[in-house]
């Protein structure tokens, strides 16, 4: 085992027992008898079982025995006194503890991916880079920028590009899911972000200002205006990715007061979120960022009336040392 895999592992189930609320003192007995310890290959077996909803698929996918991973489910479950997965009879499923374990198990064994590549002693190396970023923001095209570079310098490599809500993009740099993410809020709310941020042990890191956006259909009855009041907007459905009891206030939806709003929808893809503005003359609150991608031309990004000053920024984990994919792409966001 690489050095420091031992302490990372072991820092990372406390972190599973904490987030589950299993965290029990262990008694004399227990500490003198001593207690079992998570294996990497038992989190394997969890989280393969878990992706494939099959404890047959996920046996086919390790080349072990079904048995095997059945005992490793058992003995995960026994350890963190949880029920993790519902067994039905087309497979199994996870339960809302299940999903908990399954997010801190994957961080782990990313991380320590991430180590064994790093440290190798391979001839060759594979270029790997992952980045988070919410909805309606910078990002995706100069992921394609790198990709483009990457393919005709490389014959190996790994990225991601993953869009979700800011919640989840904090939740993915902090477990090392991803090399960085991409946010914004408001101004006036940065206090509590960047609070927030140094809680999770991250770093937030200054891209551009702009102003607050709506984006809706070319076909919408505002879509002529240079400038939208949030007031024109009571009568239209407000589409939300954010709308969580336990959001934020600093997340940038919040920008809309939800008293204010009439009709709302609740989605959790951007494909979502445009068909819906085509089809009912929904309306999203953004950065004002819009991709080069021609198959959202229809989309506009209109500026709020004394709209809320936005602050746009590249976040990333404390002392994580950025690979050279990584720079690259931070670099490009500067031209976007």
């Given at each position: ?66 048995s095997s991973v059945s005992s490793a489910i058992k003995e995960v479950e026994s350890q963190y006194h949880v029920v993790a997965f519902r067994r039905e009879s087309k497979g199994v499923s996870l339960t ?156 940038t939806e919040m920008l809309v007061h939800y008293q204010n709003v009439r009709k709302s929808i609740s989605v959790s893809d951007r494909a979502a979120a445009y068909s819906l503005m085509r089809a009912c ?56």
């Amino acid at each position: 085992m690489i050095v420091g895999q031992k302490e990372f592992l072991e820092s990372g189930i406390c972190r599973c027992r904490k987030r589950i609320g299993m965290n029990r003192k262990r008694t004399a007995y227990e500490q003198k008898k001593g207690e079992k310890r998570m294996t990497l290959q038992q989190m394997k077996y969890f989280v393969a079982a878990g992706e494939s909803g099959s404890i047959s698929e996920a046996a086919k996918r390790l080349y072990a025995a079904q048995s095997s991973v059945s005992s490793a489910i058992k003995e995960v479950e026994s350890q963190y006194h949880v029920v993790a997965f519902r067994r039905e009879s087309k497979g199994v499923s996870l339960t809302s503890e299940g999903e908990e374990l399954m997010l801190e198990f994957k961080g782990i064994l990313n991380r320590l991916d991430f180590l064994e590549k790093k440290y190798s002693e391979k001839n060759y190396s594979q270029c790997g880079f992952s980045v988070s970023a919410q909805h309606h923001i910078c990002g995706l095209d100069s992921l394609v920028r790198l990709l483009l570079e990457l393919q005709e310098e490389n014959d190996n490599y790994k990225l991601g590009f993953h869009e979700c809500k800011t919640v989840e993009v904090l939740e993915r740099v902090e477990k090392g899911m991803d090399d960085l993410g991409i946010i914004f809020f408001a101004e006036k709310s940065k206090g509590q972000m960047i609070q927030e941020l140094r809680n999770r042990g991250i770093l937030f890191n200054h891209i551009a200002y702009r102003k607050a956006h709506v984006y809706l259909c070319d076909t919408h009855p505002l879509a002529q205006k240079t400038e939208i009041h949030l007031e024109d907007l009571k009568e239209f459905p407000f589409i939300t990715y954010d709308r969580r009891a336990d959001s934020n206030p600093a997340y940038t939806e919040m920008l809309v007061h939800y008293q204010n709003v009439r009709k709302s929808i609740s989605v959790s893809d951007r494909a979502a979120a445009y068909s819906l503005m085509r089809a009912c003359h929904g309306f999203v609150v953004g950065s004002g960022y819009h991709s080069l991608d021609t198959q959202y031309r229809d989309i506009l990004a209109i500026p709020i009336y004394q709209g809320e000053n936005l602050e746009i920024g590249w976040i990333i984990k404390n002392n994580y040392q950025l690979s050279e994919p990584a720079q690259k792409f931070v670099n490009y966001l500067f031209c976007e």
